[in-house]
């Protein structure tokens, strides 16, 4: 995949490969998509605050820097909406040549953040959100909102086995 251009993306020219020559950069960029799993995540455009220090190193060039966006979703025992602002931070070295598998690689001078970025982000996001750590979740029954109803029942439990039997009882009453 060729890198050419995009807010992810920059420029290591101006480190020369010199070891020890850094760049700051602070940016504000939209989310790329599928930034985050399928019940919480980033929007796809939303703001992402972005501070990266670009450093040469000997074998490459050193990325650190810290992200911080707002994720939204769904609880996944009551089904209510759920935001959290997020901060990660990462730290990935791209190689100037022959990457292994697990590595990174400049491609030129351009170095491409966007990998490094959703797996800092999809990391820290939870597998289970919750609204609330306490949430009851709903009713297995009929749908309804625990925390809504602390209360909520359906009277006694029938044993299936003699729900038949119920039904007779029933209509020899009326």
């Known amino acids: 995949m060729s890198v050419s251009s995009g807010p992810l993306v920059f420029d290591t020219q101006a480190l020369g490969r010199r070891p020890g020559t850094e760049k700051t950069y602070t940016r504000t960029i939209e989310a790329p998509t599928g930034l985050g799993l399928d019940v919480f995540g980033v929007p796809e455009g939303s703001p992402i ?97 625990l925390a809504d109803d602390p209360d909520h029942t359906h009277g006694e439990a029938i044993d299936p086995r003699w729900a038949t039997l119920t039904r007779l009882t029933e209509q020899t009453e009326e």
Request: aromatic fraction near 4%.
């Open 49 to 145: 605050e972005l501070e990266l220090r670009l450093e040469a190193v000997m074998d490459g060039v050193l990325a650190t820097g810290t992200a911080s966006a707002h994720a939204v979703g769904e609880c996944v025992r009551c089904l209510d909406d759920v935001e959290e602002d997020l901060d990660v931070d990462f730290q990935e070295l791209y190689l100037y040549d022959d990457p292994g598998e697990d590595e990174l690689a400049l491609e030129g001078d351009l170095l491409d953040l966007e990998p490094v970025l959703t797996d800092a982000v999809v990391l820290a996001l939870p597998h289970n959100p919750l609204c609330d750590p306490e949430c009851p979740g709903l009713c297995p029954e009929c749908g309804a909102r």
